[in-house]
């Protein structure tokens, strides 16, 4: 029997994103998109037989022990070289403050006890799922693929849930609906929320304010990870992030360490509830995002946590329009960075672009070199939308998703900006609440079924808390 193969009768398991062979390919493409010269590192992996960045980590077969062990020594030395673009993008957030030129005031005293705060946040909640479960189905898909699928329903430009009613089956054939959410997301299968990250990370960070206030560390946010996460519940760089802990990594270190996904948005989709509980306080949100992300980010990945947080909570805050919440958002953001540039450029080409599939378009066509998880092109879409949907909710949502990339991740936020600006969960469309039932799946312990109305009075009293 070979090492490492399974007995016979068997069946492998085989852990993605953490393979060192898988991660090699991604290093690789960071290494491009941030100027470290890689070159003669990238010969050397492919001289061995190493492939390039698969489509998802973990779907190439398993690896010689000799090319594990090489991809190992390369993802080390890629990690050491220096790149020209670090000053520009700094993590601390000491030097990211000091690049931001006009950082937003404090509130003034009270703000968390604004009338209608409360209503804000059970319409935000409700908007964040909302436009998480209008994304599902089409997560992955090239942008044709979703164009194709929605016009063939009669539901282009998007504005329902998805559907295959009506779709051809050599269409869907195709172009099959991410085989993960199908049965749970599309307007006939849709019954409740069903589980999803995006939802995940949220009731975590309240867990983490339960539990330690906002004066929480790094440190926390991993420990809570380690006690109430599932490892399978976590992806890309949040499993690079928990595979360091267990090896014994503390952080900021488990950031860093063979950690190629460290750009891409899963520190984004955990800073809604940092911005929730800051309502009008975009700088505190934002250095509060930054303690939850650097868990597992750095640079960009960093920059767009703190860009939503601080977005976030200038909606919270009432009495704001999504433009000045998303200029907030963009005051704590380095200027000189790649993802303070795309936001700039998804908002200019937004309000100079009627049409959004237009806007769309460019957007591809500027950063579609990305990977289409990486913060970047899903930052610039994110802005984009709101730009273009003007405070709208069906619109802010269906905007976000309809641009591709990580369609459930931006849609979800777009409808958590949306829903605040809103301001009361009656002024959302019942075809968005309704199915959601007040009901959502959820593998955080004690949360599962837990309504949207009790976890706007859960994060109302983390807002309000001294």
Same mark, same amino acid.
């Given at each position: 029997?070979?090492?490492?193969?399974?007995?016979?009768?068997?069946?492998?398991?085989?852990?993605?994103?953490?393979?060192?062979?898988?991660?090699?390919? #991604?290093?690789?493409?960071?290494?491009?998109?941030?100027?470290?010269?890689?070159?003669?590192?990238?010969?050397?992996?492919?001289?061995?037989?190493?492939?390039?960045?698969?489509?998802?980590?973990?779907?190439?077969?398993?690896?010689?022990?000799?090319?594990?062990?090489?991809?190992?020594?390369? @993802?080390?030395?890629?990690?050491?070289?220096?790149?020209?673009?670090?000053?520009?993008?700094?993590?601390?957030?000491?030097?990211?403050?000091?690049?931001?030129?006009?950082?937003?005031?404090?509130?003034?005293?009270?703000?968390?006890?604004?009338?209608?705060?409360?209503?804000?946040?059970?319409?935000?909640?409700?908007?964040?799922?909302?436009? *998480?479960?209008?994304? &599902?189905?089409?997560? &992955?898909?090239?942008?044709?693929?979703?164009?194709?699928?929605?016009?063939?329903?009669?539901?282009?430009?998007?504005?329902?849930?998805?559907?295959?009613?009506?779709?051809?089956?050599?269409?869907?054939?195709?172009?099959?609906?991410?085989?993960?959410?199908?049965?749970?997301? @599309?307007?006939?299968?849709?019954?409740?929320?069903?589980?999803?990250?995006?939802?995940? !990370?949220?009731?975590?960070?309240?867990?983490?304010?339960?539990?330690?206030?906002?004066?929480?560390?790094?440190?926390?946010?991993?420990?809570?990870? @380690?006690?109430?996460?599932?490892?399978?519940?976590?992806?890309?760089?949040?499993?690079?992030? !928990?595979?360091?802990?267990?090896?014994?990594?503390?952080?900021?270190?488990?950031?860093?360490?063979?950690?190629?996904?460290?750009?891409?948005?899963?520190?984004?989709?955990?800073?809604?509830?940092?911005?929730?509980?800051?309502?009008?306080?975009?700088?505190?949100?934002?250095?509060?995002? #930054?303690?939850?992300?650097?868990?597992?980010?750095?640079?960009?990945?960093?920059?767009?946590?703190?860009?939503?947080?601080?977005?976030?909570?200038?909606?919270?805050?009432?009495? *704001?329009?999504? #433009?000045?919440?998303?200029?907030?958002?963009?005051?704590?953001?380095?200027?000189?960075?790649?993802?303070?540039?795309?936001?700039? !450029?998804?908002?200019?080409?937004?309000?100079?672009?009627?049409?959004?599939?237009?806007?769309?378009?460019? /957007?591809?066509?500027?950063?579609?070199? !990305? #990977?289409?998880?990486?913060?970047?092109?899903?930052?610039?879409?994110?802005?984009?939308? /709101?730009?273009?949907?003007?405070?709208?909710?069906?619109?802010?949502? *269906?905007?976000?998703?309809?641009?591709?990339?990580?369609?459930?991740?931006?849609?979800?936020?777009?409808?958590?900006?949306?829903?605040?600006?809103?301001?009361?969960?009656?002024?959302?469309?019942?075809?968005?609440?309704?199915? @959601? &039932?007040?009901?959502?799946?959820?593998?955080?312990?004690?949360?599962?079924?837990?309504?949207?109305?009790?976890?706007?009075? /859960?994060?109302?009293?983390?807002?309000?808390?001294?």
């Amino acid at each position: 029997m070979t090492p490492g193969a399974p007995a016979p009768g068997a069946e492998a398991v085989r852990l993605t994103w953490v393979q060192p062979e898988d991660l090699v390919g #991604h290093e690789l493409r960071q290494a491009a998109e941030d100027g470290r010269e890689a070159g003669e590192i990238a010969g050397r992996w492919f001289a061995a037989g190493g492939h390039p960045a698969p489509a998802a980590a973990g779907a190439s077969p398993g690896a010689r022990p000799e090319l594990r062990a090489l991809a190992e020594e390369l @993802l080390d030395e890629l990690a050491a070289l220096p790149s020209p673009l670090a000053d520009a993008e700094p993590t601390a957030l000491d030097a990211i403050l000091a690049a931001c030129p006009d950082p937003p005031a404090p509130p003034p005293d009270g703000a968390a006890y604004a009338p209608g705060l409360r209503d804000r946040l059970h319409a935000a909640w409700l908007g964040r799922a909302a436009g *998480c479960l209008l994304g &599902k189905p089409v997560e &992955k898909l090239p942008l044709g693929a979703i164009r194709a699928l929605a016009r063939a329903a009669g539901n282009w430009p998007l504005d329902d849930w998805f559907t295959a009613r009506g779709v051809p089956p050599e269409l869907l054939a195709a172009h099959p609906w991410n085989r993960r959410s199908a049965a749970t997301s @599309l307007a006939e299968t849709i019954d409740g929320m069903p589980e999803d990250d995006d939802l995940n !990370y949220p009731l975590l960070a309240l867990l983490l304010l339960r539990r330690h206030g906002r004066g929480f560390t790094t440190a926390d946010v991993a420990r809570l990870w @380690l006690d109430e996460l599932p490892a399978g519940r976590a992806f890309t760089a949040e499993r690079i992030a !928990y595979r360091n802990l267990l090896d014994g990594i503390e952080p900021p270190l488990t950031a860093v360490r063979r950690n190629p996904f460290r750009e891409w948005i899963g520190a984004q989709i955990r800073a809604d509830v940092h911005g929730w509980t800051h309502p009008g306080d975009p700088a505190a949100a934002a250095a509060q995002a #930054h303690r939850d992300a650097v868990l597992s980010h750095t640079g960009n990945g960093v920059h767009g946590a703190m860009f939503v947080a601080a977005t976030v909570a200038a909606a919270a805050g009432g009495g *704001c329009d999504v #433009h000045r919440a998303l200029a907030a958002g963009l005051s704590v953001v380095p200027p000189r960075s790649r993802l303070a540039e795309a936001v700039r !450029y998804g908002i200019a080409t937004a309000r100079a672009t009627p049409d959004l599939d237009a806007v769309v378009d460019r /957007l591809h066509s500027r950063y579609g070199g !990305y #990977h289409w998880v990486h913060a970047v092109p899903n930052t610039a879409l994110l802005a984009a939308a /709101l730009t273009h949907a003007d405070g709208d909710f069906t619109r802010s949502i *269906c905007a976000a998703v309809s641009g591709g990339w990580d369609t459930d991740s931006n849609g979800a936020t777009a409808g958590s900006v949306a829903g605040l600006l809103a301001g009361h969960p009656d002024r959302l469309p019942d075809r968005w609440t309704s199915p @959601l &039932k007040n009901r959502l799946a959820t593998s955080v312990p004690s949360f599962d079924g837990i309504g949207f109305d009790a976890l706007a009075d /859960l994060t109302h009293l983390e807002a309000v808390r001294p």
